[in-house]
């Protein structure tokens, strides 16, 4: 499973790498949107559980992944912009659905608020509209570690927070990839939290309430950082939502046992194509390298 790959350029201002994995038999296509200091590598597992049902789009970023050499990194990007090149993507890889994890779901909604004809339904994974008390004293440990570009401790207290369910193989890997990262990555990721914990509490509702198509919100019933509980806030001003929960898993979802794949799995499909869906479908769990997702 080879993906078309392109980097595209986005209204002359910025330059994304893509990843397009094109199924003969699929009807629809989604696009994935992954999380803060995330690349293409952190939907390996996810692309399984929607292909060959869809064509699947993936993307890096301007400021990561490989995206990164293609761009000057001379201004932050905010939820706002990450959300007009989501537009810019949707309208041109024709896209029907959408999917976020984690800090992805800020752009996404951003983008469905705009009410993108094209688009049909989304799922929003590992998100939720209220800063808690874990996830609030986790950004602000944040914000302090990438201020001072402490890499160690960036590291660790991914791995010891919203990462603390995955296996022992994905948080060495996670470690890695986040201690090694470019200094505007970290410039980008502090500029995003510090906008996060400054911005008025109620805007991730105001635009929710914007959002006409059928939203699915999964989270994991161990994430005390985006809980379920948290997440069911949005049922009051989505107008058409159903929410899951993925038992016995934390933040990751699917990437942290085999059997949170199979729920996400059951859960995405589903949703998505209900009337296809099998009871049981053809699974199949990679327990590969995923690069970190905030």
């Known amino acids: 499973m080879r993906p078309e790959i392109a980097v595209l350029d986005i209204q002359g201002q910025y330059r994304v790498y ?27 597992q996810t692309v399984k559980n929607l292909h060959p049902q869809f064509n699947v789009v993936l993307y890096d970023q301007p400021y990561a992944g490989k995206s990164k050499p293609h761009n000057r990194h001379e201004k932050m990007l905010t939820k706002d912009v990450e959300g007009q090149i989501l537009l810019e993507l949707i309208d041109h ?24 004809r094209r688009i049909e339904k989304a799922v929003i994974s590992s998100f939720s509209p209220v800063l808690n008390a874990p996830m ?27 990462g603390k369910h995955l296996p022992p193989l994905f948080k060495r890997f996670n470690y890695r990839h986040v201690s090694s990262l470019a200094e505007h990555e970290y410039g980008q990721m502090h500029f995003h939290i510090s906008d ?80 296809h869906y099998e009871s049981q479908p053809r699974y199949n769990y990679v327990q590969g390298y995923h690069a970190l997702a905030i």
């Open 196 to 275: 996060v914990l400054r911005s008025d509490q109620q805007c991730y509702i105001k635009v929710a309430k914007k959002i006409n198509v059928p939203v699915l919100f999964i989270n994991g019933e161990w994430d005390e950082y985006t809980s379920a509980a948290d997440a069911r806030l949005f049922a009051n001003h989505v107008q058409h939502c159903c929410f899951t929960t993925v038992q016995a898993t934390g933040h990751f979802l699917d990437m942290e046992h085999k059997a949170a794949c199979r729920d996400s799995r059951k859960a995405l499909m589903g949703f998505l194509l209900p009337a």
């Open 93 to 116: 890889f024709a896209a029907e659905h959408v999917l976020s994890f984690s800090w992805g779901g800020a752009a996404t909604l951003s983008a469905l608020a705009q009410r993108p």
């Open 18 to 44: 893509t990843e397009f994995y094109r199924a003969d038999a699929a009807q629809k296509t989604i696009i994935l949107v992954n999380g803060s200091m995330a690349t293409t590598a952190s939907f390996a």
């Open 136 to 162: 609030l004293d986790y950004l602000e440990r944040g914000v302090d570690y990438l201020s001072n570009l402490d890499r160690d401790r960036v590291g660790h207290l991914v791995n010891s927070t919203i």
